[in-house]
């Protein structure tokens, strides 16, 4: 997401407000359910979640810092004990997890990267998902929403390639409660699609 550079957006600032900005092995507990979202972009999407479901533990990854700054101005506002925000790139997830592992894992429009010499930087490129399926629960779920038909399309093979098994899909989401800035926005001009993948559990993968 491509965002104006923000004067308060430093460093001291966003972990003022609770932010993690450097690797420190989470302490959480592991009975809760656990969904993870990366790339939050501004964070309307996993705040409304953590607001509407305090018993549930949700954890937000994003890289930028300018986007960060705002999410972690929304965890700060709404005072969500439940959502740990991590200002870094989702690779390095497991300095933070350690063992714990999630439910759910959310792609909310990830960058397509439409140029075929870029598709290894697509998050679910399979040695992306490979990576995150080891943050994962067996029989857990990545859920990817997308109005990027190339990337949508791509991503059924690269999941398949990686282990997961695509159990539902949607060539025309409808609205929920529960949608992102971009999502919003992309409604306006066209369709939303949405793929949820089961980690396969098979021992030969
Ligand atoms: N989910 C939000 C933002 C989508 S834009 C929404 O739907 O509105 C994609 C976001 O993913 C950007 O903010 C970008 O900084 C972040 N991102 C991309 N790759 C990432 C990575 N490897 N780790 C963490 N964040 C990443």
Redo the contacts with the bound molecule.
């Keep these: 997401?491509r965002q104006k550079k923000i004067k308060d957006a430093t460093i001291e600032n966003i972990a003022a407000m609770g932010t993690m900005v450097t690797p420190e092995q989470l302490k959480i507990d592991k009975d809760k359910k656990i969904t993870l979202?990366?790339?939050?972009?501004?964070g309307?999407?996993i705040t409304s979640l953590a607001n509407d479901f305090p018993d549930e533990l949700f954890i937000a990854?994003?890289?930028?810092q300018n986007?960060c700054y705002r999410l972690s101005q929304k965890k700060h506002t709404l005072k969500l004990d439940n959502l740990i925000v991590i200002m870094?790139?989702?690779?390095y997830l497991g300095d933070y997890l350690g063992a714990v592992k999630v439910d759910k894992i959310h792609l909310?429009?990830?960058?397509p990267w439409p140029k075929k010499k870029h598709h290894k930087r697509r998050?679910t490129y399979p040695t992306m998902l490979k990576t995150f399926k080891a943050y994962l629960k067996e029989s857990g779920q990545i859920i990817l929403r997308t109005d990027h038909a190339d990337l949508f399309v791509d991503s059924f093979q690269y999941f398949n390639e990686a282990g997961f098994q695509v159990v539902s899909y949607n060539w025309s989401l409808p609205p929920s409660q529960y949608m992102?800035?971009?999502?919003v926005k992309k409604r306006e001009v066209g369709p939303i699609y949405q793929l949820v993948a089961e980690f396969k559990d098979d021992k030969s993968l």
């Design positions: 997401m979202e990366i790339g939050s972009g501004k309307r999407f990854v994003e890289r930028e986007v870094d790139d989702a690779i909310n429009f990830s960058d998050l992102t800035e971009y999502e």
